[in-house]
């Protein structure tokens, strides 16, 4: 078989001269990424959030079906009809849907039932959970582990915005259906999640809140000290 024909292509890796020092650079970008509710009007290019939800399609997913849409939004009517969207529900949230445990919960982040974040960030990453592989050369349109691979590839959009030194807020009014219906998407595409992203303003604040320690976190092998 020659290798033009062959199933597989040869691995090149990323190797960075010194692995400690790039995972411990890349751990203190990330230890500065926070929810932020506050952002500048100052404008985000195209080719920046372009670039950023292209690291997000890195991801790994099931049986590399890639079951994500990433639906960005700049447009201001779009923008003014999710806010409402969004606050409709969370209207309906705060008032009856959440349990008190979880209203105590949210008490220290300090959020209620207005969302005008979703105007003022110049750009609205809406990202759906794609329910059947609707590429014309897929083997099958079914998808696996959706949840899971949507999850990783937000993930990958999260860092490379932190990366870029953008801010971004991981919302998820629920439930979502109005996304898909302002936004004209098919049945098959499902909301999963709500990110606005720009630049912090400069009066950003953010909770005191505590990150768990790695001893928290991280167990080796089955729990005994090591």
């Known amino acids: 078989m020659s290798q033009d024909s062959s199933p597989n292509l040869s691995f090149e890796p990323w190797a960075p001269k010194d692995p400690d020092k790039a995972a411990d650079q890349f751990h203190e970008i990330m230890k500065k990424r926070r929810s932020i509710r506050m952002f500048s009007s100052a404008a985000v290019d195209r080719s920046l959030i372009e670039s950023i939800v292209a690291t997000a399609g890195t991801a790994p997913s099931g049986a590399n079906k890639q079951p994500w849409r990433f639906v960005v939004v700049d447009d201001p009517e779009l923008k003014r009809q999710i806010r409402e969207g ?6 309906l949230f705060y008032g009856t849907r959440a349990s008190e445990d979880w209203l105590r919960d949210l008490e220290i982040i300090g959020t209620d039932q207005n969302k005008p974040f979703l105007e003022e960030a110049p750009w609205l990453v ?3 959970k794609v329910m059947k592989d609707d590429r014309e050369e897929a083997i099958s349109d079914r998808v696996y582990y959706v949840n899971e691979s949507v999850g990783i590839a937000v993930g990958f959009l999260l860092a490379a915005a932190q ?5 971004t807020l991981t919302h ?3 439930p979502m259906q109005f996304l898909g219906s302002i936004l004209n998407r098919p049945d098959y595409e499902r909301p999963y999640m709500l990110i606005p ?3 912090p303003a400069d009066s950003a604040t953010v909770p005191n809140i505590q990150r768990k320690k790695l001893s928290e976190i991280m ?3 089955q729990g005994a000290e090591q």
């Open 219 to 221: 167990v080796y092998n």
């Open 172 to 174: 998820t009014p629920s």
């Open 126 to 128: 809406v990202v759906f």
């Open 197 to 199: 992203i720009g630049w």
């Open 86 to 91: 969004a606050e409709e529900e969370e209207r």
């Open 163 to 167: 990366q870029a030194g953008l801010a």
